[in-house]
């Protein structure tokens, strides 16, 4: 298995919903009980039917007093109300720089270490295309989106989506 290469590129989003599970985190949160307690409750199972994509999504962002909210689910649209359980949420648009690497044979390599982990690792110190700036502080509403592709014809692979703003 060799290291793949990081790839950047800058993108756009527009505002979007988004379903599916809150978990306030911080530095002792436990990954493992927040990802069983999800699959316990159904996954992406309710929120399936509503998916305008079917690739896995994790919204990192800032609740009303500043605390950090892990939200994993998918985005979503023609939802009325939630199942119980879940929250939908409307997020504005914004502007990102994605870090992925090539793609992977396996889906397991690509949320792993040399997946997931080298791009989130890249994603906490990679600088911005010129005449941009990051967009991640504790000022920010969401501070990081992570997109999972798994089994795609190309293979698999982890995105860590880092916000991004036009430099004043």
Known sequence: MS???IITYQLHLDGFTFMGKTSLVDEKS???QIWDGFFKMGGYRPIRPYATER???Q???HDEEGRDVYFQ???VQGVKEAPEGYTLMDFPGGDYLAVTTEWMETNNEATGPNGNGRCN???DRVEPPEGW???DGPESLIFRIEKEYA???QGSRYEVWVPIKPCD
């Open 3 to 5: 290291e793949k290469a």
């Open 30 to 32: 436990d990954f493992g």
């Open 55 to 57: 690739s896995p999504i």
């Open 59 to 61: 919204v990192w962002y």
């Open 73 to 75: 689910g998918l985005f």
């Open 121 to 123: 690792e890249y994603a």
């Open 133 to 135: 700036a990051r967009a």
């Open 151 to 153: 089994g795609a014809p």
